[in-house]
């Protein structure tokens, strides 16, 4: 870190930690002591501070709320059994952060604030990471635009912030999922690619629709022919179909996962053979029947390794291999949970050190 920023930190009196359960955990309703804040106007960052997490107060005009100048990131910190707590690859954030921000007209954020920002908060509640196996604590930075200004213009000033929660298991089943040939996630020459907060407004009512229905998440297809798999619900999506790891190649309409990135980093060093390319339903129906499709499963931050266990499309519900029983997902796994809480050896230098 070159050139680290002076933060004012105000910490909280009364830490809400003794009245947490941390046996009880549903994904983001639980927040740390302390959040993260900076501003950004007259062309420059500025008033870092961590303070204790909290409401805050904007005027009702701000752009944000109005046009969606809005984008976040999901990152993950795990506590290793000798005490020490590392983030995953919060690198790879940083730089998806900058491309949202490009795509929204919104400013960049140095890496180095970045990074510096998620060390010194998690650092501030490091007590707040759990210690529990699956358990982590999930980080939350996002920014959104302040102007007070009803006029369809890029604003001129922005808040970031960053906010964390401990969190349990992301799913806690596996999936019953539904190809979706009507409504799309993102289209080409769009923003899908983008952690942008209005691709996941568009995405609930389809996801309600299909949780009516039975399903648990939706697989998104093309927005063109609906002929192509692009993702599972927030997640990117991966089969094993005769022995080889194939995944829909990313492009304007597909977010570049960092779990998809450590995940083919993974099975190219164990020498399976990965096609990265379009996917077609079709292709992937066609294998389900003839018995060739032996894993498949989305790949997230959040969720790590979702297992998918029946996939449903055009009336037909095809159901998959036992998730219990699948190699390469399970070895997936064992192997990241070895390498994040510290029991294997960080090979990839993808654990980021906080504090001491
Ligand atoms: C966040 C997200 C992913 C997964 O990205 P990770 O960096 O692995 O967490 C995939 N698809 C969508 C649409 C997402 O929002």
């Known amino acids: 870190m070159s050139q680290k920023v002076n933060i004012a930190i105000i910490k909280t009196a009364k830490s809400r930690l003794p009245e947490?359960?941390?046996d009880n955990l549903?994904?983001?309703?639980?927040?740390?002591?302390?959040?993260?804040?900076?501003?950004?106007?007259?062309?420059?960052?500025?008033?870092?501070?961590?303070?204790?997490?909290?409401?805050?107060?904007?005027?009702p005009a701000i752009s944000a709320l109005?046009?969606?100048?809005?984008?976040?990131?999901?990152?993950?910190?795990?506590?290793?059994?000798?005490?020490?707590?590392?983030?995953?690859?919060?690198?790879?954030?940083?730089?998806?952060?900058?491309?949202?921000?490009?795509?929204?007209?919104?400013?960049?954020l140095p890496v180095e604030i970045f990074l510096q920002s998620l060390a010194e908060l998690v650092d501030i509640d490091r007590d707040w990471v759990p210690a529990k196996e699956n358990h982590t604590?999930?980080?939350?930075p996002f920014m959104f635009a302040t102007d007070p200004y009803l006029g369809v213009t890029p604003s001129s000033s922005y808040r970031y912030m960053v906010l964390t929660g401990p969190v349990g298991p992301y799913f806690s089943k596996n999936?019953?999922?539904?190809?979706?040939?009507?409504?799309?996630?993102?289209?080409?020459?769009?923003?899908?690619?983008?952690?942008?907060?209005?691709?996941?407004?568009g995405s609930m009512l389809p996801a309600l629709k299909a949780t009516q229905e039975g399903y648990d998440q939706l697989i998104w297809t093309d927005s063109k022919e609906h002929a192509y798999i692009e993702e599972l619900g927030a997640a990117n999506v991966m089969f094993m179909i005769g022995g080889k790891l194939l995944t829909p190649s990313?492009?304007?309409?597909?977010?570049?996962?960092?779990?998809?990135?450590?995940?083919?980093?993974?099975?190219?060093k164990w020498?399976?053979?990965?096609?990265?390319?379009?996917?077609?339903?079709?292709?992937?129906?066609?294998?389900?029947?003839?018995?060739?499709?032996?894993?498949?499963?989305?790949?997230?931050?959040?969720?790590?390794?979702?297992?998918i266990a029946e996939i449903g499309h055009d009336g037909e519900l095809y159901t998959l291999p036992d998730p219990a029983q699948r190699e390469f997902s399970n070895k997936l796994l064992y192997t990241l949970n070895e390498m994040r809480y510290g029991r294997s050896a960080d090979e990839f230098g993808w654990n980021y050190p906080v504090g001491k």
């Open 66 to 108: 109005h046009y969606g100048q809005a984008f976040f990131e999901g990152i993950k910190a795990y506590k290793h059994a000798d005490g020490k707590v590392t983030i995953f690859r919060p690198e790879k954030n940083a730089e998806r952060f900058n491309l949202s921000a490009q795509r929204l007209c919104m400013p960049e």
């Open 175 to 201: 999936l019953k999922v539904k190809v979706e040939t009507h409504y799309s996630r993102a289209c080409d020459g769009g923003f899908g690619f983008a952690k942008a907060a209005g691709n996941y407004g």
């Open 271 to 307: 020498g399976v053979e990965i096609e990265e390319r379009r996917v077609s339903v079709e292709e992937v129906i066609t294998a389900i029947k003839e018995g060739r499709v032996s894993d498949a499963f989305g790949v997230g931050t959040a969720a790590t390794i979702a297992h």
């Open 20 to 22: 947490t359960d941390f």
């Open 26 to 59: 549903p994904f983001g309703k639980t927040f740390s002591d302390h959040m993260f804040i900076a501003d950004y106007s007259e062309g420059e960052w500025k008033n870092f501070q961590i303070v204790p997490y909290g409401n805050i107060e904007f005027s």
């Open 137 to 140: 604590l999930y980080i939350r």
């Open 250 to 268: 990313t492009r304007d309409t597909i977010l570049k996962g960092v779990t998809r990135d450590t995940v083919l980093t993974l099975a190219r």
